[in-house]
């Protein structure tokens, strides 16, 4: 396979190149519905479903990388862009992310990785601060419930039981999980805007990024062949950060960096072997939002985390969940799940749902969704036992997941296909700890490798101590 052999990096450009088209048409996606952005999603499912078929090893070069960079650059340019944000500061905010992106990819050639996420923060900093700035009253309901929200806990009021003042959308009901309130109102408590809270946690998951390297660089000190696991920390962890629509996500107050950062960490601690302790981010992350409830049944599933640490997340989700449930327990039942399910259709997602529904006058039942949500969850839980995949490949059965989910729900916008493909950039510095990867790479294809015979690898495996590779 040529993506598995050294000097043959063509899956390494496929993967550059469907991220550029994937984000592109994201960025183009706010407030429209083509046809074309779902097709361009849906073909990003189905290679994402052949990579983990197929269980490549992708090598990230430098070249790719700067392809990947200053592509986002061009495309943050170029595409159509909406935002709440006044046009000129708009144009600098795109600017200064562009440049970063380039800049990124320069320190990256040049192997200066802490200097290009370094660099990526900054960037991601400055565009906050432009949003909050020159946007100071985004009209979008999520930032006014956020908001709202924050002052409702100050004054000792359960948020589910509030009505929203001067919101544009939902009136009445406040849809995420709480701890995603409760994360971010310390940004409206202390500084008026929930948004600050989100460049602090920004920075918390860019600190991750590098701790994830950091701790792939620890177990695997002899991969002399391998690019610097915080090289490839950097790489991806400024892709996230300078993807093209950051000012859109930013202005808008989008939630999902929240959960991005729970699940970084939860890596972190995992690869560190500190198990138990993964449970934390994970809970924190599983009570701030529903996606993550396909995606706990799929490490329950995984060796490495198994059914107890799964059980305990979910009663640690609970226990955080539980003073807002037992003060208003219709209120937060109707808000976070029979409103959401009984909820119209949102003209401008992009899913298959809406565009039969729009173009066809056909609403898709919801046995045909749900076989489609739960026979792809079923299908991922086997293969993960199966298979005992190591942190990376875990975490891009995850995306698969939630993209699938997303393509045929009744409501998905660039939000919820950011964590997606954010989620896959993440699998990337993750592999760096896979001493099977190393492996693979540095064989002959004659060797004898027990994966391709159908021999399952061990738990050990999954997550391994650092060893030399195998001759």
Not at 100 to 107: H, I, L, N, P
Not at 158 to 178: M, R
Not at 381 to 402: K, N, T, V, Y
Not at 414 to 441: C, H, K, P, T
Request: charge should be positive; aromatic fraction near 12%; include cysteine.
């Amino acid at each position: 396979m040529i993506a598995r052999l050294k000097g043959a990096p063509l899956a390494a450009f496929v993967f550059a190149a469907t991220w550029l088209a994937y984000f592109g048409m994201l960025q183009f996606s706010v407030v429209r519905l083509r046809i074309k952005i779902v097709v361009t999603l849906t073909v990003a499912a189905v290679l994402l479903a052949w990579w983990l078929a197929r269980r490549l090893h992708l090598a990230l070069s430098p070249l790719v990388v700067a392809m990947l960079l200053v592509g986002n650059a061009v495309v943050g340019l170029r595409t159509r862009f909406f935002s709440h944000v006044p046009t000129e500061w708009a144009w600098t905010g795109r600017g200064v992310l562009a440049a970063a992106a380039v800049g990124a990819a320069a320190a990256l050639w040049f192997r200066r990785p802490g200097l290009a996420l370094g660099t990526a923060f900054a960037a991601y900093a400055a565009v906050t601060v432009i949003a909050i700035r020159t946007d100071p009253s985004p009209r979008i309901d999520v930032w006014i419930t956020l908001q709202q929200a924050a002052d409702a806990m100050a004054r000792g009021e359960n948020f589910y039981a509030v009505t929203w003042v001067d919101s544009p959308g939902i009136q009445d009901a406040f849809t995420y999980l709480p701890w995603t309130a409760v994360l971010l109102a310390p940004g409206r408590w202390i500084a008026g805007d929930v948004r600050w809270m989100h460049l602090v946690w920004a920075l918390v998951l860019t600190v991750g990024f590098w701790q994830l390297g950091t701790a792939a660089r620890e177990r695997r000190p002899a991969a002399a062949t391998a690019l610097d696991p915080r090289w490839v920390a950097a790489a991806a962890g400024s892709a996230i950060l300078l993807v093209p629509g950051t000012l859109i996500q930013v202005d808008q107050a989008w939630t999902e960096p929240l959960l991005l950062t729970g699940l970084t960490w939860w890596a972190v601690l995992m690869t560190r072997g500190r198990t138990w302790w993964a449970i934390v981010p994970l809970a924190l992350a599983c009570a701030s939002k529903q996606h993550l409830a396909l995606v706990l049944p799929l490490l329950l599933a995984w060796r490495p985390f198994g059914p107890a640490r799964a059980i305990a997340t979910g009663a640690l989700t609970g226990a955080l969940i539980a003073p807002w449930f037992l003060t208003a327990p219709a209120d937060f039942f109707r808000d976070t799940v029979t409103l959401l399910m009984n909820f119209p259709p949102i003209r401008f997602a992009n899913t298959w749902y809406l565009y039969f529904q729009h173009y066809h006058g056909i609403t898709l039942p919801f046995w045909v969704t749900g076989l489609i949500v739960f026979g792809t969850l079923a299908l991922a839980i086997l293969l993960i036992h199966r298979r005992r995949p190591p942190l990376g490949e875990l975490l891009r059965w995850s995306a698969l997941m939630l993209l699938v989910a997303n393509l045929v729900n009744k409501q998905a916008f660039y939000n919820q296909y950011w964590l997606v493909g954010a989620l896959v950039a993440l699998s990337l510095i993750a592999d760096q700890a896979d001493d099977r990867a190393e492996d693979r790479l540095s064989r002959s294809p004659n060797a004898a490798d027990p994966t391709a015979t159908g021999a399952p690898p061990t738990d050990r495996d999954a997550l391994a101590p650092s060893r030399p590779p195998r001759r």
